[in-house]
């Protein structure tokens, strides 16, 4: 067993730069950490924000904004928030909401169709920031947006050999012809 000199004299003659330091991170526990948007903590983190912006927004009808919109400057905001969402990362949302130009209508709504019912469902369920941004750059808390679903948005993807060769005729009817000269098949 060594004694407390031999280990001083040997704790000594090992250079300091050759004795690795260890860095504990420092955490900081004050911190706001980020929630999934599916989680409980997630959905009532989401209901606390509504709540907050219902309270804030004008009680009455006549305290609301009301500035004429324009198509132009809708666009123009609507892109600005689409190119908001890529940077921030939340590339499926952008591109749900770049499918359609919106449509403004007298009464200040505004109506955007999308393919099917899962789209429509994912810009409801985030269409709260939208609106909040929208009204907030265009001055007017009337504005609303539908989201309307149009089936034949719907393009029929083509499988078997027999629907590809129709397709193709439809395109180009001497596909038919040269189909029946050669006798080929499909």
């Known amino acids: 067993m060594p004694t407390s000199a031999e280990i001083e004299s ?8 050759t004795v690795p330091t260890l860095e504990i991170p420092k955490i900081n526990l004050n911190q706001e950490h980020q929630v999934s948007g ?3 903590a997630g959905l009532a983190l989401q209901k606390k924000h509504r709540e907050e912006k219902a309270r804030q927004k004008p009680n009455s009808e006549e305290d609301k904004r009301a500035k004429k919109v324009n198509k132009e400057e809708l666009l123009i905001h609507w892109n600005n928030y689409i190119a908001q969402l890529e940077t921030k990362g939340k590339k499926i949302m952008a591109a749900n909401l770049n499918m ?3 449509q403004l209508h007298e009464d200040f709504s505004m ?3 999308v393919p099917n019912q899962i789209i429509q469902q994912e810009i409801d369920r985030n269409k709260f920031e939208l609106l909040d941004y929208l009204r907030d750059k265009l001055e007017n808390d009337h504005l609303e947006l539908e989201v309307i679903i149009k089936e034949e ?9 027999e629907e590809k060769y129709k397709k193709m005729v439809e395109q180009n009817p001497s596909i038919a ?3 029946d000269t050669f006798d080929l098949e499909y």
Not at 10 to 17: F, G, K, L, N, T
Not at 153 to 161: A, G, H
């Open 177 to 179: 012809i040269l189909k």
């Open 100 to 102: 359609d130009e919106p």
């Open 38 to 40: 599916l989680s409980l």
């Open 10 to 17: 040997v704790e000594a003659e090992v250079p300091e730069s």
């Open 153 to 161: 948005m719907n393009e029929k993807y083509i499988f078997t050999p």
């Open 111 to 113: 109506r955007m169709t």
